[in-house]
Nanobody
């Protein structure tokens, strides 16, 4: 499985970005997917999860109501729409494939993309 994240950039606080994660593999539609982020000097943290169907999602409290995960299985792509961005949202964002439905632990994720940098200025 190969994952390619994109869509990061520099944005002012209050702005929006949409991240994309393109995946290889004919079984993409069965993948449980997650988004994580890592700020400088900090550990990688859970941001969002989306199940194989796109129906079930869950979010870290810090992003709930501002971020939304979605997916297009026909395009082998998952998305993370990020609104009302804050400086504390700055970090490298990773998409990943989980072997465990609903997991928020990075240890349950087996395949990771290379990450895309999001910088939110105040």
């Amino acid at each position: 499985v190969q994952l390619q994240a994109s869509g990061g950039g520099l944005v002012q606080a209050g702005g929006s970005l949409r991240l994309s994660c393109a995946a290889s593999g004919r079984t993409f539609k069965s993948y449980e997917m997650g988004w994580f982020r890592q700020a400088p000097g900090k550990e990688r943290e859970f941001v969002a999860y989306i199940d194989w169907s796109g129906v079930l999602t869950n979010y870290a409290d810090s992003v709930k109501g501002r971020f939304a995960a979605s997916r297009d299985n026909a395009k082998n792509t998952v998305y993370l729409q990020m609104n009302s961005l804050k400086p504390e949202d700055t970090g490298v964002y990773y998409c990943a494939v989980s072997r465990r439905a609903g997991s928020r632990s990075p240890y349950d994720y087996d395949y990771w993309g290379q990450g895309t940098l999001v910088t939110v200025s105040s």
